[in-house]
């Protein structure tokens, strides 16, 4: 039977994209928030719904807490959530420290850290059983930039991915004993198009010689990750933080 709501934020394109295809097949009913490219969105949903599975697409800018607050309640109206992938993100130009306005560096945190856990706190208030919720899963998406700390291109980027390390481990501790696992994927390079919104279309190609594996990773290849984690072979694992890197 399917029943059991995932939330993809950021899900029309890239790793969120196919963590919604992912979830789907694992019979979620996925609600896909999109920051403004619908059609995209719309195209995500209508590939569920032709293997007949159940979504929907819900216009939510994370770096607004009324589009987060429109996101959850939209699926509420879906069914009964179980799970939260925060997805959602953002990275700059290529740039240096000494070259970053307020700005940006304000906008990269809104977005996300800020609306990371703003869409937790409401996952939180309907899966904990300490809210009269039957428990859940809660994927943080950060990046081994928060390792690497990303010299002379976006440090403000990996400042934000260390920020998700430190809030994956504390509020899965939070709620450990609420029925709730939360954990992170760390992805490497990842064949996406989140470079060319950075300037830098071919960046994850050029710099795969520095992956152990010598490749760059697949979208699909996060979602495996993520789906498992949400899955009930994960069932010990909570505040931990898994590197899918090739071993970067």
């Known amino acids: 039977m399917m029943h059991k709501v995932c939330i993809v934020t950021g899900g029309s394109r890239g790793i969120g994209r196919a963590t919604a295809l992912a979830a789907a097949k694992r019979r979620y009913k996925v609600v896909v928030g999109y920051a403004s490219n619908k059609a995209a969105a719309d195209e995500v949903v209508?590939?569920?719904?032709?293997?007949n599975g159940k979504a929907i697409a819900v216009k939510c800018d994370v770096g607004n807490e009324s589009d987060i607050l429109t996101l959850f309640k939209a699926a509420d109206q879906f069914g009964p959530l179980a799970a939260l992938i925060n997805n959602a993100g953002?990275?700059?130009?290529?740039?240096?420290?000494?070259d970053m306005s307020a700005e940006r560096i304000q906008r990269m945190m809104a977005i996300n850290v800020t609306g990371s856990i703003l869409c937790a706190r409401e996952a939180v208030k309907r899966m904990s059983t300490r809210h009269g919720g039957k428990g859940g899963v809660i994927v943080n998406l950060s990046s081994v930039a928060a390792k690497l700390g990303s010299p002379n291109t976006y440090v403000d980027y990996a400042a934000s991915k260390g920020a998700i390390d430190s809030f994956t481990v504390g509020l899965g501790y939070e709620v450990a004993n609420e029925g709730i696992r939360v954990a992170a994927i760390r992805p490497g390079l990842i064949d996406t198009d989140i470079h060319a919104s950075g300037g830098e279309p071919d960046r994850a190609h050029r710099l795969s010689h520095m992956?152990?594996?010598?490749?760059?990773?697949?979208a699909e290849e996060i979602a495996n990750a993520i789906v498992w984690l949400m899955s009930d072979d994960a069932s010990y694992v909570t505040s931990a933080i898994l590197d899918v890197s090739g071993g970067r």
């Open 46 to 51: 209508a590939q569920i719904e032709s293997s």
């Open 90 to 98: 953002i990275v700059g130009v290529t740039s240096r420290v000494d």
């Open 211 to 218: 992956v152990p594996m010598k490749r760059v990773g697949t």
